[in-house]
C-alpha cells in the first residue's frame, strides 16, 4: 500500500527541498505476499531518513511476505544505506536490510543484505522463482551500513561497522531484468507482530557505462553536507550539471563550487546557485578556496602560456572583480591560504615533477617545500600555521604527510592499504577529513567515477574512521570545505 499522505506532504514543499530531494521522491511503499499486518513508512523530510513498519511471515524458503519501500531501476547500480532496528523486537530472526528484486511476487528471484534482530547478517538470495533461500553468512554482526550492488548479471554485497572500510560479503551471480526493484525492507518474522527500523543516509547511485572515465560525459552532481557528530548526510543540492569542489564560507552561510570553468555561490537558505563575477578567468578548476579573513578568493585558472594551455593562480575579490595574477608558472594549483592570508601553498609541476610550493598572496618569488620524485599534492595549513599537510606517493601509496611551513620535518601521517588525498583540517584543528580510494587505484591517479570513502582521522591520536561511502572521486572534496563550527563537511557525490 503507498502511503498516499507521504505522497503528498512531499509534492507540496518548497521548490528547493524538491530540487534537493528528487532521489528520495521515487521511494513508494508495498506489501509483498500480502501479510495480515500492512506495512506503512514515513520519511523525515529535514533530515532525509526513512521509518519502516513492517509484518511478515519471512523472506525465506520459496516465498516472501514483507514490507518494501523501493523504485525501479534500470541497469547497473550502487545502493547504501545506515540502517537499525526500532525498539526491542519480537522475534530474534526479524529481518530488515536492502534488497535488489525481480517482481513484486512472493517467490521472485532477489539478493538482499539481511540483518536478523539478534545481529546474524547474511547476503540472502534466490535464484529460481519459487525456489528454496541461499545465504552467503557475513562474519560481521549487526553491521549499521549496507550497500549492495548491481553489475551486470552480478549482484554483490558488502558491509561496515563502527566506521571500518566496507567489507565484501560476497557476490552471486542472477538472471534477473534490466529493470529491478530496489530499496529498503523489513519483516518481523511473526504475523501478528508490526517491527519498525530506521533508514538513514541512502543513497541510488548510477555509475557511468563500462569505458567512461568521466571526461567524455560528465556526470550529474548531488551536493551534500556531512554532520560528523552524528554521522548523517543530507543532499541539499541535485543537478543535472556537473559541479565540483564546495569551500564553506567563513560566516557559514554560503557554499563555492565550480562548474563549466566559473564558480557559482550557493546560498544555504535560498538554495539557489548564482554566478561569481571573476573576469577573464572563465576556466577555473576544482582548486579555489576563501582567505582566512572572509574577502578573497583564490582560484586556479587555465589560461594560455608560452604556447600550452596552463593552469596558474589568481586572487579575486570574492564578491567578484579582476582577477590578479600570482603565479608567473603554470601549471599550479592552489590548495591553501595561510591563516595570517600571507601565503599561498599549492602543487606545481616544474621540469616533470609535481611538488609543493608556497608564495606570497600578492605574488612574488615561488619557494619550493618538496623535492622527493613523485607527486606531491593538496597542501594545506593547519589553522595555527604551524603544519602544511600534503599527500604524496614517494612511500609507494598515496598517504597523507605534514610539514612545517619552511618545507622542514616531512613526516608520513597515514599509512594504510588506500589511497589517501587531500587532508583537510578542521576549524578547530581537532580533524582531517580526507578522501580514499581503494588499493587497486594507481596511487598517482585521481580519477572520477569510482567508489570512495571520506574518512575522519583525529589529530590527537591519528585514529580514523570512515564517515561516507560514496560515488565520486575527482572533484568531491579537493579543496577546503569545513563549516567554521567545525561540526559539518561539504562534498559533492556523483550519479548518472
Not at 448 to 456: F, G, K, P, T
Amino acid at each position: 500500500m503507498k502511503d498516499v499522505a507521504f505522497v503528498v506532504i512531499f509534492l507540496i514543499s518548497t521548490v528547493g527541498s524538491i530540487q534537493a530531494q528528487q532521489m528520495f521522491q521515487r521511494f513508494s511503499g508495498m506489501d509483498i505476499g500480502n501479510p495480515e499486518l500492512k506495512g506503512s513508512f514515513q520519511f523525515d523530510k529535514e533530515k532525509q531518513q526513512f521509518i519502516l513498519h513492517g509484518s511478515g511471515y519471512n523472506i525465506w524458503y520459496g516465498r516472501d511476505a514483507f514490507y518494501f519501500v523501493s523504485q525501479e531501476v534500470s541497469g547497473d547500480f550502487i545502493l547504501s544505506a545506515n540502517l537499525k532496528f526500532l525498539g526491542e523486537g519480537v522475534e530474534p530472526h526479524r529481518k530488515m536490510g536492502l534488497m535488489i528484486r525481480n517482481s513484486k511476487t512472493e517467490g521472485a528471484v532477489y539478493m538482499d543484505g539481511a540483518i536478523h534482530g539478534d545481529g546474524f547478517t547474511a547476503l540472502q538470495y534466490r535464484e529460481k522463482d519459487n525456489d528454496e533461500t541461499l545465504e552467503i553468512a557475513s562474519g560481521i554482526k549487526a553491521p549499521d551500513f549496507v550497500q549492495v550492488e548491481r553489475k551486470d548479471d552480478e549482484f554483490i554485497l558488502r558491509l561496515s561497522k563502527n566506521g571500518e572500510p566496507l567489507t565484501e560479503v560476497g557476490r552471486v551471480k542472477l538472471e534477473m531484468s534490466s529493470s529491478v526493484l530496489a530499496g529498503m525492507f523489513i519483516s518481523s518474522h511473526n504475523e501478528k507482530v508490526v517491527e519498525k527500523a530506521q533508514f538513514w543516509n541512502v543513497r541510488l547511485e548510477k555509475p557511468a557505462v563500462k569505458g567512461d572515465n568521466g571526461y567524455q560525459k560528465l556526470s550529474p552532481s548531488r551536493l551534500e553536507v556531512l554532520n560528523i557528530e552524528t554521522g548523517n548526510r543530507r543532499v541539499i543540492y541535485e543537478t543535472e550539471t556537473h559541479i565540483e569542489a564546495p569551500n564553506w564560507s567563513q560566516d557559514g552561510k554560503f557554499l563555492i563550487y565550480n562548474s563549466g570553468g566559473m564558480l557559482y555561490k550557493f546560498d544555504l537558505k535560498k538554495r539557489i546557485p548564482e554566478k561569481i563575477n571573476t573576469g577573464f578567468a572563465t576556466s577555473i578548476n576544482n582548486d579555489h578556496g576563501i582567505s582566512f579573513d572572509g574577502k578573497m578568493l583564490a582560484i586556479s585558472n587555465n589560461m594560455e602560456q608560452d604556447g600550452k594551455r596552463h593552469s596558474l593562480i589568481y586572487t579575486v575579490p570574492l564578491k567578484g572583480g579582476t582577477p590578479q595574477k600570482v603565479t608567473p608558472k603554470g601549471p599550479s594549483y592552489w590548495h591553501g591560504w595561510s591563516p595570517d592570508d600571507r601565503w599561498l601553498t599549492y602543487c606545481a609541476e616544474r621540469d616533470g615533477n609535481y611538488d609543493v610550493y608556497k608564495i606570497p598572496a600578492e605574488g612574488g618569488e615561488e619557494i619550493r617545500l618538496t623535492t622527493t620524485k613523485g607527486l606531491d599534492d593538496g597542501p594545506e595549513y593547519s589553522p595555527d600555521g604551524k603544519i602544511i599537510y600534503f599527500n604524496s606517493v614517494r612511500s609507494g601509496s598515496m598517504e597523507i604527510w605534514c610539514m612545517k611551513p619552511d618545507g622542514s620535518e616531512q613526516q608520513q601521517v597515514t599509512g594504510d592499504v588506500f589511497q589517501n588525498w587531500f587532508a583537510h583540517p578542521s576549524p578547530d584543528g581537532r580533524w582531517l577529513i580526507m578522501i580514499s580510494y581503494l588499493p587497486e587505484v594507481p596511487a598517482g591517479s585521481h580519477p572520477r567515477n569510482q567508489r570512495v570513502m571520506l574518512r575522519l582521522m583525529s589529530v590527537a591520536d591519528r585514529k580514523i574512521k570512515s564517515v561516507a561511502f560514496l560515488y565520486g572521486g575527482q572533484g568531491t572534496i579537493n579543496v577546503p570545505s569545513w563549516s567554521p563550527d567545525s561540526k559539518k563537511v561539504a562534498f559533492v557525490s556523483y550519479t548518472y
